[in-house]
């Protein structure tokens, strides 16, 4: 089966918001045997939406719309459809009994403008909303699905997975679409492929081995749609040996992040931990406590940006400030270990570097970084230059902060 997937927003075509929604619905239909042939992007114009759909219905079976169908007038998605499909508006009473609930239940008023969001299209099947106010439509016809959800990500994802996809397997014959997917940190892509060249090229013909690098950690993904039923065996063979070529580099599968990771192995030994952060400005505390159950294992964090914090709340001495500098092993040291001691922790990571664009000097650059890693037992730091792009160094000091505590926890070299 094929999909297109079109987006409708000028908000989007502007930079104003980032189109999340394809990527996730691309995944999510790939899982269950959805292709996935093209993503399109219009904005709010009768026309262009017209012109997207009938495109769209020329290459595929199934078209997925999202957004545009808010209250406001710049929300044309529900009246192109009714149109396209020469039917007309009609109320729908269980959709006003759920915007009702949903209004009365947060103490605010059922206007009119959320009232015209009870009609929709007379020969679509509705698909209710419980997390907005905007219903689902989906039509059916020549063999065809257009479906047209909100834009708001967890609505669309709530429908998505409540009604869509459950009416696409009842009414599609689908083969399963095999993934096993690796998490390795640490590891440049381009190191990856020279050690795996000799695995990747004895693969089976119906194996295929994608690289997907994001943020100084790559994911190695193996897919087979074959289905002769052997599949899998192929897929848990060809992982046997990729282990023996990696080892311990493999850190998670599937959809395990590095956090998830983090938190499994925490709580697996019964540790607690802690971050005192700089340049990071808490965004490692953020990935871990993204995670649910992270109270399980993590503390708290010290978020010491300016050198005064980290003298008065890390203890860090005003003569190490001097001598080395916030951006050194020695403030790092101190800093992971006062964190741990003030929070009562089993181990502590602490991070401070140079995130730019400006602040850089010839002995340490834009981009310089400490890592700090503090258990009872030791405490060791790392030094890292990441560049002069300020997000990026935030996001590769989390991700290699992160990486390398599992690798500390173990026992393994850093």
Same mark, same amino acid.
Not at 268 to 281: D, M, R, W
């Given at each position: ?78 009246? &192109? ?11 729908? @009473? ?13 103490? #605010? ?13 007379? %020969? ?16 059916? !016809? ?6 047209? $959800? ?6 669309? !994802? ?15 014959? $689908?083969?399963?679409? *095999? ?32 690289? *997907? ?15 002769? /039923? ?13 282990? *023996? ?5 493999? &850190? ?29 400005? /808490?965004?490692?505390?953020?990935? *871990?406590? #993204?995670?649910? /159950? ?23 001495? %005003? ?8 951006? %050194?092993? @020695? ?11 003030? $929070? ?13 664009? !400006?602040?850089? %000097? ?10 700090? +890693? ?11 230059? +990441? ?28």
């Amino acid at each position: 089966m094929k999909a297109v997937l079109l987006s409708i927003g000028d908000e989007i075509l502007i930079g104003q918001i980032t189109n999340t929604n394809s990527v996730w619905l691309a995944s999510q239909l790939n899982r269950i045997g959805v292709h996935v042939v093209e993503m399109m992007t219009v904005g709010d114009d009768e026309t262009a939406i017209v012109d997207a759909l009938k495109e769209s219905l020329s290459k595929s079976e199934i078209i997925i719309i999202t957004g545009g169908l808010g209250p406001t007038r710049d929300d044309l998605t529900k009246d &192109v459809l009714t149109h396209f499909f020469h039917t007309r508006l009609v109320f729908n @009473q269980q959709v006003y009994d759920l915007l009702n609930t949903f209004f009365t239940s947060r103490g #605010m008023s059922f206007n009119e403008p959320n009232k015209t969001q009870c009609y929709v299209p007379e %020969s679509c099947k509705v698909m209710m909303n419980y997390k907005g106010t905007a219903p689902g439509m989906l039509f059916h !016809e020549n063999h065809k699905i257009v479906a047209s $959800m909100p834009g708001v990500p967890y609505e669309m !994802e709530a429908m998505a997975e409540g009604e869509l996809f459950p009416y696409l397997r009842q009414h599609f014959q $689908m083969p399963p679409i *095999l993934h096993r997917t690796f998490l390795t940190g640490g590891i440049p892509e381009s190191e990856l492929m020279i050690r795996l060249f000799d695995w990747e090229n004895d693969l089976p013909a119906d194996l295929k081995l994608a690289y *997907l690098p994001s943020g100084g950690q790559v994911r190695l993904r193996l897919t087979s749609n074959n289905e002769d /039923g052997n599949a899998l065996e192929r897929i848990e063979n060809a992982s046997r040996y990729l282990h *023996l070529i990696l080892d311990n580099e493999i &850190v998670g599968y599937d959809e395990d992040s590095i956090a998830s990771v983090v938190q499994q192995l925490c709580i697996q030994h019964g540790k607690t931990l802690v971050t005192a952060e700089s340049c990071t400005g /808490g965004f490692i505390a953020h990935q *871990l406590t #993204m995670i649910p /159950g992270a109270s399980k294992y993590f503390k708290g964090s010290i978020v010491a940006y300016h050198n005064t914090i980290k003298e008065s709340l890390l203890d860090v001495p %005003s003569d190490i400030l001097l001598e080395f500098g916030a951006v %050194s092993e @020695q403030t790092v040291i101190q800093m992971a270990v006062s964190a741990r001691r003030i $929070m009562k922790a089993d181990y502590a990571i602490a991070v401070s570097g140079i995130a730019g664009p !400006e602040g850089g %000097s010839p002995e340490k650059p834009v981009g310089t970084v400490w890592i700090a +890693w503090a258990s009872d037992e030791q405490t060791v730091a790392r030094k890292f230059v +990441w560049g002069k792009n300020r997000q990026a160094t935030i996001q590769r000091t989390a991700q290699e902060a992160l990486f390398r505590f599992r690798r500390f926890v173990l026992g393994m070299d850093l």
